[in-house]
């Protein structure tokens, strides 16, 4: 009986052994586990979330690092900025300079009033001031008519506005035209810019009846200063005098106007009378005066032409 009992407790010590040793392996291992394994838990989770935002901006920077590159498709606007700036210089260079360099050298100080030319041919310049009207102009027209003289009529602003269809005439007839202010002014008594608005008011007249204006201006009384000819020059306009004065204004009869015409004649010469005014409002020793000038000029082998057509035999 002994013998079992022994046997019986060397196998339940063994079983005990056996699993307190089981035991504490089993306890060992689960005491590593948990203490490494909150540690590398907490590292796996923190750096979890920052792969994420990072993969994400790196997303986002090739996405913006892709954007710039369409951005440089603004590089086809700067192709344009070279296109404007070749048409840009075009622009510039015809218009102004070359407006402007007529103008800077022009003949501001230099525009002297020309009172005839120096020409070989038997020239003559025939001009009637201070008109149009409807009474001694287009007597005048029938004289020149009659001889088929051509002559050069310097208008006053105003009476061109009253009578445009007596400046129609004038021109239809094959005369020139000229400007002789807006209201008979004496040019030396006003400012420039009075002065420039007499001319330039006239020569919007003329523009608004003939759809053109002139560059022939003669000035009231033959009176021009500095300031005048510099504004004439400014506008383009070149001052006629004359070379002989008929006064016929003053009343002179049509035989001293004959004798004033014969001593002073010679090739270019510019004759001046008028079409409109006079002493006492009367040019009837105008228009016979013409009539004798045509008559005994045209024996003498003169012909009678516009001031253009005398400047352009120059
Ligand atoms: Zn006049």
Known sequence: MKKRKVFRLRYVLMIALGLFIAYNVSHALLTKETATGPSSGETAVTPSPSPVPTANEPEKKPEKSARPDPTPTPDPTR??????????????TPT??????????GTANTASPIYSISTKNKLVALTFDDG?????????????????????????????DKY???????????????NHTWSHAQLPKLTPEQARE???????ALKKVLGKGTYLFRAPYGA?????????AQQGQLIIGWSIDTKDWAGSTPDQIMNNVKQHIHPGSIILQHSFGGKGGDLSNTVEATRRICEY???????????????AAK
Not at 79 to 92: L, Q, R, S, V
Not at 198 to 204: F, G, K, L, R
């Open 79 to 92: 192709k344009p900025d070279p296109t404007p700036d070749p048409t840009a210089t075009p622009d510039p």
């Open 96 to 105: 102004p300079q070359t407006t402007k360099a007529p103008q800077g050298g």
């Open 132 to 160: 149009p009207d409807l009474h001694w102009t287009p007597q005048v027209l029938e004289v020149l008519s009659k001889y088929n003289a051509k002559a050069t009529f310097f208008l006053v602003g105003r009476q061109v």
């Open 164 to 178: 445009p269809d007596m400046v129609k005439r004038i021109v239809d007839e094959g005369h020139a035209v000229g």
């Open 198 to 204: 007499q001319m330039t008011s006239t020569d919007e």
């Open 224 to 232: 021009v200063n500095d300031n005048v000819k510099a504004v004439a």
């Open 297 to 311: 000029l045209q024996a003498q082998g003169y012909q009678f032409v516009t001031v253009p057509e005398l400047l």
